[in-house]
């Protein structure tokens, strides 16, 4: 009898649950299916980027690179503007501009899907900045250096996330 009372109450139980599970402002089915393809196309934009960057290291200045963030990683202090000005210093010139327009055709892309993601999707969309108070006027682009991006790429040294998020200006004098 007690089994029959449970399995009534979970039969009975199981539309409040269900409906418990998806809370209010929470992503539908077909939102977050939406999301992951975002976020595939967001990494494969990054892989291409990662294989351009590479590509056009020489096979020395690819061994530079893994030295020079793997320092940063075990370094106690590290300084990655110091680094970011050793790999751009080591670099040659052709490097360098390849680097350069691929980190622009990067961002260029990204700043493109954004837009549309803004643009298409149905969640609300932002009034002003959320912290008026910071507001410091006009930004004026600034365009990271190649080691700066190389560092950028390697992700948690600084380079160009630091650089967008204005963090110490990577490629700054």
Known sequence: MKRILLALALVLAAPAIAGAQQAPGSPN??????????????????????????????????????????GLAIAASPDPRAAAQQLDAALSAGEKTA???AGKQFMTAMKSMRQELMAN?????????????????????????????????????????????????????
């Open 29 to 70: 089915p077909a939102m977050r299916q939406q999301m992951r393809t975002d976020r595939q196309q967001m990494m494969k934009l990054h892989q291409q980027f990662r294989a351009q960057v590479l590509g056009a290291l020489t096979p020395a200045h690819k061994q530079l690179y893994a030295s020079v963030v793997g």
């Open 99 to 101: 680097i350069v327009n």
């Open 121 to 173: 999707h149905p969640w609300p969309k932002p009034s002003g900045s959320p912290w008026p108070h910071r507001s410091h006027g006009p930004r004026t682009p600034h365009a990271p250096d190649a080691g700066a991006i190389l560092l950028g790429m390697a992700g948690g040294h600084g380079g160009m996330m630091m650089h967008r998020m204005g963090g110490p200006g990577m490629g700054h004098p």
